[in-house]
């Protein structure tokens, strides 16, 4: 018994990890330039604290005029701290933007392989400016974690060890608060500004996204907005977003001052604490003067090792939220899944058929496609038409794999489609969509999609072919000329007809047309379906359309309604039977007519039909006209 109901994931589904936790995951192979990067930077804070040290021991000593053999030491250790710092630090930022580049690479390309499984019924899970959002600027704040996360507390905690342990060897009472202060600035104060910041930074990516949809919204429906007059609703929407994303930067910016404000504060104690301990250390004979400069003035530099820490626990609640939102991209089941290996295609000819197919859409309440046969073998030509919502369309994503079935069989040369990858599939069987989407190039580019080492001459022999040879010799730049954003400066026709020259380029056994003249008046839709099935002839053909001009050059023509085929045929038997088609078709004849007429009067009146209808409400027969 076939059921409608969605597929439901078990209760007892494990909870995937949590989304730091899966992007170390991810970082996990540059970990070695990431430990690398972290040992460089660890050796610029120990060489500017050991600069720090030393100049201050040199200072003081010198003040003491002893001869020049006994500061050459300290000499050479300034020189030699002071060129170590600029030589780790540069190796640190070298190494760890290469790590995070390397991370970013494979990460973006990553979701680019999710989002060509996810397409195209996938994708509208995802509003198109926030999916651009995620690509970029969230795959972008993964790097926070290897940058700005990760090295910051690996140094705070290998480089203040090493400080204490010095610290503690010169005078035990300023190693101890150094090491009390230091923990405070690397523990409380990074959770206190994590506090005040997370529920803004976990805010922050969703309004960021937010603001990108808006504003693609605005350049994409510009037309619609500015003739129905939105635009300022549109705007005063970007405007809300725009000041709710300055309101969070200025309130994280807010809270890292906070952060380094109290990294400042206990940087002075700890000098202060240091000094108070180091004088009666100075008059007690257990420290002498040029010590007491070193223990005071060694905590300024230690606390470059904390500074950055509040600074990277926001970045961490930002990339934490960034990588969910990634995750969430990843982790979209795909509508069709592949098989683990994968049948080869099997050579040409090339016989397509439907079984008894039922298909929809994931979490649809019922079946857009009801039982479906369809018999396509080489050459053959079928023309499937019905009203909005049929399930034409849905029938075309699952010849073409981009949507499983429920229940029944297609296969390919009697190769059940689900043993065959989808990209394989798609090599045999083409589509040419309602609207052919045209990339904000040049018509050769476009042209070339469908093979990208095609000549200007067989670019040329296509457009003939579609009947776009005297256009394009008419333009002052020819192939060379940008057809603009979405085709933008190129008539419905013409940009459907170079859709589908680019379809005759990648030479495809069996080609799936879906409503190609939509969008078009009924005249240029004629023209343009009547041209296709010329320049498609012999060669498998499904032609979806809501035109019936034409139809009569094909093998057979499926009727469809909510999901079902209710009448199949030729042109001339659906005719002869006087049910929905012939019903159409008259209506349709009627409505040219009555367009070409001077008197509003039809030219000619369809003769009086005797009509029985059956149990389901379908015209049996009629008086053929």
Not at 111 to 138: I, N
Not at 228 to 246: K, N
Request: glycine share 10%; proline share 6%; aromatic share 6%.
């Amino acid at each position: 018994m076939i059921t409608d109901e969605p597929t439901r994931l078990p209760v007892d589904a494990p909870l995937p990890p949590a989304p730091i936790t899966r992007a170390l995951g991810i970082v996990r192979p540059a970990a070695p330039r990431i430990v690398l990067a972290s040992v460089c930077g660890t050796g610029a804070v120990l060489a500017s604290i050991g600069l720090i040290g030393t100049a201050a021991w040199l200072i003081s000593r010198a003040a003491q005029h002893p001869s020049e053999a006994a500061l050459g030491i300290a000499i050479v250790g300034v020189q030699f701290f002071g060129l170590s710092r600029g030589f780790f630090r540069y190796g640190e930022r070298l190494v760890g933007h290469d790590a995070a580049f390397r991370v970013l690479a494979d990460l973006r390309v990553r979701v680019y392989e999710r989002l060509e499984q996810l397409a195209p019924s996938g994708l509208p899970a995802f509003r198109h400016g926030d999916l651009l959002a995620r690509v970029v600027h969230d795959v972008d704040s993964m790097q926070d974690l290897i940058i700005r996360v990760i090295p910051p507390f690996f140094i705070a905690m290998t480089a203040g060890v090493a400080t204490i342990a010095v610290m503690w060897w010169m005078l035990p009472s300023a190693g101890l608060i150094l090491a009390v202060t230091l923990l405070l600035a690397a523990t409380v104060v990074p959770w206190l500004t994590g506090v005040l910041s997370r529920r803004r930074e976990d805010r922050f990516v969703g309004v960021r996204g937010d603001l990108a949809a808006a504003v693609v919204d605005l350049i994409e429906g510009a037309p619609e907005l500015v003739a129905f007059g939105a635009t300022p609703d549109q705007l005063a929407c970007i405007g809300t977003s725009d000041a709710e994303l300055s309101t969070i930067s200025a309130a994280s910016a807010g809270t890292e001052g906070i952060g380094l404000a109290l990294t400042t504060l206990l940087a002075g104690l700890a000098c202060w604490g240091s000094l108070m301990v180091g004088i009666p250390a100075v008059i007690a004979g257990r420290l002498n003067g040029t010590e007491l400069a070193v223990i005071t003035l060694v905590p300024l530099a230690a606390f470059e090792l904390v500074v950055g820490l509040p600074v990277a626990t926001q970045a961490l609640q930002r990339a934490r939220q960034a990588a969910a939102r990634v995750f969430a991209v990843l982790d979209t089941p795909r509508p069709v899944e592949e098989p683990e290996a994968p049948t080869p295609v099997p050579d040409g000819p090339y016989d397509l058929q439907a079984r008894s197919v039922w298909a929809g859409y994931e979490g649809a309440e019922s079946s857009a496609v009801r039982g479906v046969d369809l018999s396509l073998p080489t050459g053959r030509r079928v023309a499937i038409v019905g009203p909005s919502g049929a399930g034409k369309s849905t029938l075309a994503a699952v010849l073409l794999r981009f949507l499983p079935i429920r229940a029944g069989s297609v296969s390919l040369n009697g190769i059940g489609l689900e043993r065959l990858a989808g990209d394989a599939i798609r090599t045999v069987v083409g589509l040419v969509s309602q609207e052919a989407y045209l990339f904000d190039t040049s018509i050769a580019e476009n042209l070339r999609i469908g093979r990208r080492q095609a000549t200007d001459h067989q670019l040329r022999q296509a457009l003939e072919r579609v009947g776009l040879s005297d256009w394009i010799a008419d333009l002052p730049r020819g192939l060379a000329t940008e057809v603009g954003r979405h085709g933008a400066r190129l008539s419905g026709g013409q940009r459907q007809r170079i859709g589908v020259a680019r379809a005759l380029l990648a030479d495809f056994p069996v080609l799936v047309l879906d409503e190609p003249a939509e969008h078009l008046d009924p005249y240029a839709a004629d023209a343009l379906t009547a041209d296709l099935l010329r320049v498609t002839e012999g060669r498998s053909l499904v032609l979806i359309t809501h035109r019936l001009a034409g139809l009569e050059s094909v093998d057979e023509i499926l009727v469809m309604d909510r999901g079902r085929v209710i009448e199949r045929g030729t042109h001339d038997g659906l005719l002869s039977l006087g049910g929905r088609y012939s019903n159409l078709w008259w209506e349709e004849m009627r409505a040219e007519r009555y367009a070409t007429s001077i008197d509003g009067s039809y030219l000619t009146q369809p003769p009086a039909s005797t009509v029985q209808t059956n149990s389901a409400g379908h015209n049996q027969r009629s008086t053929t006209p």
